[in-house]
């Protein structure tokens, strides 16, 4: 099963400029690679640092410091949970202040 991931924002989507924001991508258990996208797949940081949350459910973090203008768009998250690629998550709109 592969369900779509999730994408959040900590401490939300709106940033003061200069501060700092979490972008926490969630899929299922057994996920291998969690990649954040900025806008289009070719824009991306990927991590293979998941933890497991919940029984069903895993997750990476991806802290962006000293926000800027910027950093500010459209983000999305996808998955590989061998042997595939998930579908991408909704895009999570990142405002910078």
Same mark, same amino acid.
Do not use: M
């Given at each position: 099963?592969m369900?779509r991931?999730?994408?959040s924002?900590?401490?939300g989507?709106v940033?003061?400029l200069?501060?700092h924001v979490?972008?926490?991508?969630r899929g299922?258990?057994g996920?291998?690679?969690? &990649?954040?996208e900025r ?5 991306f940081? @990927?991590s293979e #640092?998941v933890? $497991?949350?919940s ?6 973090r991806?802290?962006l410091?000293s926000?800027t203008?910027?950093?500010a768009g459209?983000? &999305?998250c ?6 595939k690629?998930? @579908?991408?998550? #909704?895009?999570? $709109?990142?405002?910078v202040?």
């Open positions: 099963d369900p991931p999730s994408i924002a900590e401490p989507t940033i003061p200069g501060s979490t972008f926490v991508c299922p258990v996920v291998q690679t969690f &990649r954040l806008e289009t797949r070719f824009k940081t @990927e #640092d933890s $497991q949350v029984p069903s459910e895993s997750e990476a991806f802290r410091d926000v203008e910027g950093n459209p983000y &999305r996808i998955y590989y949970k061998p042997p690629w998930s @579908e991408h998550s #909704d895009f999570l $709109q990142l405002l202040q």
